[in-house]
């Protein structure tokens, strides 16, 4: 298990923040405070999330290890 002192560097930043600890959102992180699998799992199936901007971009770019284009 790590230690609630690792440095996270959240890749979906929604609160303007650069960096986190994996502490501080154990404790704070929504997804993270339901107990159990089952009960994420029903939360994740509700949501009606928006695609997120750029994906069409994202996807194939992570695909190619962040290459972009010719």
């Known amino acids: 298990m790590l230690p ?3 440095l996270l ?8 923040l650069a960096k986190s600890t994996l502490g ?3 404790c704070t ?3 993270l ?4 699998k089952r009960a994420y799992i029903d939360l994740m199936n509700r ?3 928006p695609n997120p ?3 069409d971009i994202a ?7 962040g290459e972009v284009g010719p």
């Open 4 to 6: 609630d002192s690792v």
């Open 9 to 16: 560097y959240p890749g979906h930043d929604y609160k303007g």
């Open 24 to 26: 501080v959102e154990k």
């Open 29 to 31: 992180n929504p997804r």
């Open 33 to 36: 405070l339901i107990g159990d």
């Open 47 to 49: 949501l009606v999330l």
């Open 53 to 55: 901007r750029l994906m």
């Open 59 to 65: 996807i194939p770019a992570n695909k190619a290890c």
